[in-house]
T-cell receptor, first 111, second 115 residues
Framework: GIQVEQSPPDLILQEGANSTLRCNFS?????LQWFHQNPWGQLINLFYIPSGTKQNGRLSATTVATERYSLLYISSSQTTDSGVYFCAVPPYSGGYQKVTFGTGTKLQVIP | DSGVTQTPKHLITATGQRVTLRCSPRSGDLSVYWYQQSLDQGLQFLIQ???????AKGNILERFSAQQFPDLHSELNLSSLELGDSALYFCASSVATGLAHNEQFFGPGTRLTVL
């Protein structure tokens, strides 16, 4: 099946700093999502981004499907950004979704 | 709030027992997905239902089963529970017309503890 790798696995930031999280995938995809799992375990949708670039406030994401990676940018980080960030992809087999999640990037933003 | 609801929020039970987790999808969504998140396995896709029919299967054990009812809510049944089944179980839903272009929205999860 498709392999999804995220880097870095852990990240500690000072409040106000910027960061880039990366998601590499081993096969072609036609759908990619970024999620934030907060310290209470809730999975929050950040981006649905099969290709191109999207921005939402301090967060933005870029997916380059032809090169099999996606990037999540966090600017001016806040303590509420702490948690684990996951990317998730289904394989490009059309039909139905059998989503594979990456291993996640655990982010800690310190004041 | 994603619009996906799951009950119960927490469940504590003993080995060998059987439990049922319930999920109600967002209004208008026809697909329901179940995931298991454990410390050692990460987030694993278990199974997908679309409009009452099973559509995709992941790493779901034979002791686990699911179904989607005519009102589109879904239940995940876990039987002969083992300590290793302790995990956070998520349900997600999407419009899912059958193509792979569908954003999934997750419920708050059910935390299962098997003692």
């Amino acid at each position: 099946g498709i392999q999804v790798e995220q880097s870095p696995p852990d990240l500690i930031l000072q409040e106000g700093a910027n960061s880039t999280l990366r998601c590499n995938f081993s096969d072609s995809v036609n759908n990619l999502q970024w999620f934030h799992q907060n310290p209470w375990g809730q999975l929050i949708n950040l981006f649905y981004i099969p290709s191109g670039t999207k921005q939402n406030g301090r967060l933005s994401a870029t997916t380059v499907a032809t090169e099999r990676y996606s990037l999540l940018y966090i600017s001016s980080s806040q303590t509420t950004d702490s948690g684990v960030y996951f990317c998730a992809v289904p394989p490009y087999s059309g039909g139905y979704q059998k989503v594979t999640f990456g291993t996640g990037t655990k982010l800690q933003v310190i004041p | 709030d994603s619009g996906v609801t799951q009950t119960p929020k927490h469940l504590i039970t003993a080995t060998g027992q059987r439990v049922t987790l319930r999920c109600s999808p967002r209004s208008g969504d026809l697909s329901v997905y179940w995931y298991q998140q454990s410390l050692d396995q990460g987030l694993q896709f278990l199974i997908q239902y679309y409009n009452g029919e099973e559509r995709a299967k992941g790493n779901i054990l034979e002791r686990f089963s699911a179904q989607q009812f005519p009102d589109l809510h879904s239940e995940l049944n876990l039987s002969s529970l083992e300590l290793g089944d302790s995990a956070l179980y998520f349900c997600a839903s999407s419009v899912a017309t059958g193509l792979a272009h569908n954003e999934q929205f997750f419920g708050p999860g059910t935390r299962l503890t098997v003692l």
